[in-house]
């Protein structure tokens, strides 16, 4: 049963949140200055004198939101291909002529570990992210490349992100396929360092933007939509976070593609009025013959208001989920920057995920499951 009232509770937020997941989201701002200066100081700069063929991003799990935001940076500027890869072989055109970035926040995972390998083996310029010392690091080194350490303790690949995705930018930005510069990355810092002030514990539920956002996740069945050109990127991380850390199962699509998809639920079994559905003003339902009834919808409406091409359906989808009678929360980013709306909805959703979390009772980094889960695949 969630518990709204312990969201102001920061004791019993501090027991619950025993590998204290609050606390490293509050570093993100840091972990993106900490990992430019690491970034630097291992040689990144090297990729400057580098024309790739082509790039790949090797991550998976916790850490496949890095390569996510990396293609979707490089989307629009990049003049070679680009490309995801979590496991399996590396696409059969990678060679010596291209650059393989592979991360992994521990620097043992081991699908992240095989690309690496093979990309050194074809001959690849191999850029690493992950811990110092680790199996990755050693790769790396073997390989010649540039690997950039990011702290372990007291994070996991789901806290780390900014950790991880600063080098990827960086590299992006060397390689003359995005422009994510340093001063950019400093800004994005404090857009970091923003959203974590406003959405501390200590902020009372009333005004805290993420414990508000929590409390409306946990009453509902939730659909989260994205807008802009990294909507995609920020509703799938939002969607991830929503169940792997708020143990909320979150469908999730963007726009322009999703609309169809997101607003023909409206009028669905879920809807508000429909048999079953979370709005039914059935009085004389009986949970015992009838089923437990279901949470109403509502849509999580990852807002770009810069006043880009999409703005005028993302208002028209809204409104239609208003006339549906389906709740909606607004979450507006209007920075000037793409890539600052992404940190503030990435953030905030972050934010909410975890106090999603602990107003059910759950440590937010560790679910019983999810180790059976891997004691299975060590079998």
């Not at 518990?3 to 590998?19: I, P, Q």
């Not at 200066?37 to 790949?56: T, Y």
């Not at 780390?160 to 422009?179: E, H, N």
Request: aromatic letters at 4%.
């Amino acid at each position: 049963m969630f518990d709204e009232a312990r969201l102001d509770d920061e004791g019993a937020l501090s027991v619950l949140d025993r590998s204290e997941t609050l606390r490293a989201l509050a570093g993100s701002g840091a972990q993106v200055r900490r990992t430019t200066a690491a970034a630097g100081e291992a040689g990144l700069d090297r990729l400057r004198d580098i024309e790739p063929r082509g790039v790949v991003v090797a991550a998976a799990g916790g850490s496949a939101a890095v390569a996510d935001l990396f293609e979707a940076v490089s989307h629009g500027a990049a003049a070679l291909p680009v490309q995801s890869c979590s496991s399996g072989s590396l696409p059969g055109w990678v060679g010596a002529l291209d650059v393989v970035i592979a991360v992994s926040q521990s620097g043992s995972a081991a699908g992240t570990l095989a690309l690496a390998a093979e990309a050194a083996r074809r001959g690849a310029f191999l850029v690493t992210v992950g811990a110092d010392g680790s199996p990755l690091a050693d790769v790396s080194a073997r390989a010649h490349g540039v690997h950039v350490p990011i702290p372990v303790t007291g994070s996991s690949s789901r806290t780390s992100m900014w950790a991880q995705a600063t080098p990827a930018l960086l590299a992006a930005d060397a390689m003359g396929i995005a422009s994510c510069s340093p001063e950019t990355l400093a800004e994005l810092a404090d857009v970091l360092d923003r959203v974590a002030t406003d959405a501390r514990p200590g902020s009372e539920s009333f005004v805290n933007p993420a414990k508000v956002l929590a409390t409306e996740l946990a009453e509902s069945t939730p659909i989260v939509l994205g807008e802009g050109p990294f909507g995609d990127v920020t509703a799938r991380r939002a969607a991830s976070m929503f169940g792997r850390t708020g143990r909320v199962p979150v469908a999730h699509g963007c726009l322009p593609d999703a609309a169809s998809q997101i607003v023909a639920c409206f009028d669905g079994p879920l809807a508000p009025g429909q048999s079953g559905g979370g709005g039914t003003d059935d009085i004389f339902a009986d949970p015992f013959l009838d089923g437990p009834t279901r949470p109403p919808l509502r849509l999580i409406m990852l807002r770009d208001t810069s006043g880009g091409d999409g703005a005028r359906l993302a208002d028209t989808v809204v409104s239609v989920a208003g006339d549906a009678g389906v709740r909606v929360s607004l979450l507006d980013a209007d920075a000037p920057d793409p890539l600052l709306r992404l940190a503030q909805h990435v953030a905030l959703t972050d934010f909410a995920a975890t106090y999603l979390a602990l107003g059910f009772g759950f440590d937010p980094a560790t679910s019983p499951h999810v180790r059976l889960l891997r004691g299975s695949r060590g079998a």
